[in-house]
């Protein structure tokens, strides 16, 4: 090896130690602060507009929570109000970009629902692994997964969850039924479902491919038929109930669950592969047995109906929903009620302004976020428009005019 080539070589093993050890999100913390304003907007021409339309380049968000979802080149919106999923090819760098491709509809001007292979009823939630994207479809009471990323309109999807086919919309209480899935995602090979009414998490350890599908584990409940919002031994919350969860994150081999219902997020130090299995740390609580929304006044430490989490490098994210805001945890908290060290949408932890239509404030209902290490996409329900925060700066690392055209290996 010539010493141009080690050099090269030592270059790039320098660039995947940065990446595996979470330096480039700390670098981009940089810009960070609270209440900073958005870089672009989708769904609405400015800042300042929140007008509700059916068309490539609007949204109708209005009733609903929404968790988009980005493999880190494309964007995936779920316009439930329209009855559909919107797809972005590429991650929109100016206001009111229009979308490529769009499933539950053939077209981006019908907003029909219905109960089949390509249509939606109320579809909340969207994630992908990079080669699948799978769609909750609350009101039908199932999960709907795509095996490839859709790239033409109207696409079928290619096999249901919590149904037997995709004609059923019932909801149920067993392994292989659903009661209004809200959050939904893959944490390596494995993928899980949140359950709003049914109090709890699947886990299945394989994607399922075929209709109607028995999940493996479940978070929240003692079996698969039960759906307590109490501890069966204590009577009261604890350290493995569920109340209303609605999203879930992984990091570093952990499990993360927004837990609605008990304001507050769990972290369990290993994803569970048992029943039942009690958490390690709680957020927004400052134990196990409480649940009060903004326990002893709004603050750093604090939640309100949270809807959502994300993390992703070394950071941790969680929407407040009736404060109006996220907070930002620069690393995973590692101990009860940690205090967050950003927050988005108010200038302070004290604040919980709203209604305003601006670049650095939420209209109302921030729900399921989304991110790429560089960027953050937080929908603002009421404001009918998704907001894309730039976290670090967007231009490439310049390597010189070789890597430009590709000549060096």
């Given amino acids: ?73 494309r964007l995936f919106v779920p316009d439930t109000d329209n009855q559909r999923v ?50 909750a479809d609350l009101t039908n009471n199932r999960v709907l997964i795509y095996n490839n990323i859709p790239i033409s309109n109207g696409t079928s999807a290619d096999v249901v969850i919590g149904q037997s086919d995709f004609s059923g919309s019932g909801s149920g209480l067993a392994s292989n039924r659903l009661n209004n899935p809200r959050g939904i995602g893959w944490i390596g090979e494995k993928f899980f479902i949140t359950e709003r009414n049914n109090n709890r998490v699947l886990i299945f350890n394989k994607t399922p491919t075929a209709n109607g599908a028995s999940a493996d584990v479940v978070i929240g409940q003692a079996n698969f038929t039960s759906n307590l919002t109490t501890d069966i031994a204590t009577g009261g919350r604890s350290a493995r109930v569920l109340v209303a969860p609605h999203d879930i994150a992984g990091a570093n081999g952990k499990l993360i669950i927004a837990e609605q219902g008990s304001n507050r997020v769990l972290i369990f130090n290993s994803v569970p592969t048992t029943n039942y299995a009690r958490a390690d740390i709680v957020i927004g609580q400052p134990d196990f047995t409480s649940a009060t929304g903004n326990n002893g006044g709004r603050s750093a430490r604090t939640l309100n109906d949270n809807n959502a989490v994300l993390y992703f490098g070394r950071e941790l ?93």
């Fill in 86 to 135: 919107l797809i972005y090819n590429k991650i929109p760098s100016h206001n009111g970009v229009a979308a490529d491709v769009v499933i539950g509809q053939t077209d981006f001007v019908t907003k029909t629902q219905g109960t089949s292979a390509t249509k939606f009823r109320n579809p909340v939630a969207v994630a992908t692994n990079g080669r699948q994207l799978a769609v």
């Fill in 317 to 409: 994210f969680v929407t407040d929903d009736v404060n109006n805001r996220v907070l930002v945890f620069k690393q995973l908290p590692s101990s009860n009620f940690s205090p967050a060290d950003f927050v988005l949408g108010q200038k302070d932890f004290t604040s919980s302004a709203t209604g305003i239509t601006s670049a650095r404030d939420f209209k109302g209902l921030m729900e399921g976020i989304a991110g790429n290490g560089r960027q953050l996409f937080i929908p603002d329900e009421i404001g009918n428009r998704i907001l894309i925060f730039n976290l670090a700066d967007q231009s490439a690392v310049k390597l010189g005019p070789q890597f430009d055209q590709g000549k060096a290996v």
């Fill in 1 to 73: 090896m010539t010493a141009r080539r080690r050099l090269v070589h030592i270059f790039f093993v320098f660039l995947m130690w940065t990446a595996d050890c979470g330096l480039s999100t700390y670098l981009a913390y940089a810009k960070l602060e609270n209440g900073m304003d958005a870089a672009v907007v989708v769904g609405q021409k400015d800042f300042t507009s929140s007008g509700i339309g059916t068309s490539a380049t609007t949204l109708d968000l209005s009733t609903f929570v929404t968790h988009i979802a980005t493999d880190g080149t």
